[in-house]
């Protein structure tokens, strides 16, 4: 069982450059979610979905674009890539009809110089 | 989501039960207790939740008090690969997860 896939596992982006950061859920899950993670901290919500065409914001929506056109598919847009946005990022999925249990992705590390 | 107060860090022999409590006072009627565990950099692993009454599992038990003002996770015989951030949720159903700095559990042999 694949799970939920994240790819890339590292980045390295350079101040202005820009990246997508994919995920993939085989679960046939309907709510996806992007949370960020920095040193020593919880996990932030950036973006959610709860359904594919249909996104919102989270905690820490800025510099961070999503799109939602497939169910098994949700992927994180960094437009201009700022240092501090730097961090670990996690995807997430569950099932709404189900215990609400979250899915997570093993992460992808990004570092921007 | 009400809050949820851990501590910062916790000990547990190995071998022993660890018990990690969670305060989530402001807790509402329809909001699940939820456990995760975050090991090194992976992502958070689910554990457990519940609503009133105690639960168990094949990784653990979760008491909730009969106030739900608080609750206490049960590792039965931690291991090693226990050693983790574990993570408290009041959650409700339809909402999204909100994750605190939780209790870094260090297992000791």
């Known amino acids: 069982n694949a799970g939920v896939t994240q790819t890339p596992k590292f980045q390295v982006l350079k101040t202005g450059q820009s990246m997508t950061l994919q995920c993939a859920q085989d679960?046939?899950?309907?709510?996806m979610s992007w949370y960020r993670q920095d040193p020593g901290m919880g996990l932030r919500l950036i973006h959610y979905s709860v359904g594919a065409g249909i996104t919102d914001q989270g905690e820490v929506p800025n510099g961070y674009n999503v799109s939602r056109s497939t169910t098994e598919d949700f992927p994180l847009r960094l437009l201009s890539a700022a240092p501090s946005q730097t961090s670990v990022y996690f995807c997430?999925?569950?099932?709404?009809?189900?215990?609400?249990?979250?899915?997570f992705g093993e992460g992808s590390r990004l570092t921007v110089l | 989501d009400a809050k949820t107060t851990q501590p910062t860090s916790m000990d547990c022999a190995e071998g022993r039960a660890a018990n990690l409590p969670c305060n989530h006072s402001t807790i509402s009627g329809n909001e699940y207790v939820y456990w995760y565990r975050q090991i090194h950099s992976q992502g958070p692993q689910y554990i457990i939740h519940g609503l009133k009454n105690n639960e168990t599992n094949e990784m653990a038990s979760l008491i909730i008090t009969e106030d739900r003002k608080s609750s206490t996770l049960i590792l039965p015989h931690a291991t090693l690969r226990d050693t983790a951030v574990y993570y408290c949720?009041?959650?409700?159903?339809?909402?999204?997860?909100?994750f605190g700095p939780g209790t870094r559990l260090s297992v000791l042999p």
């Open positions: 997430a999925s569950s099932s709404t009809g189900g215990t609400g249990e979250l899915f």
């Open positions: 949720i009041a959650h409700n159903y339809g909402q999204n997860f909100v």
């Open positions: 679960m046939n899950h309907e709510y």
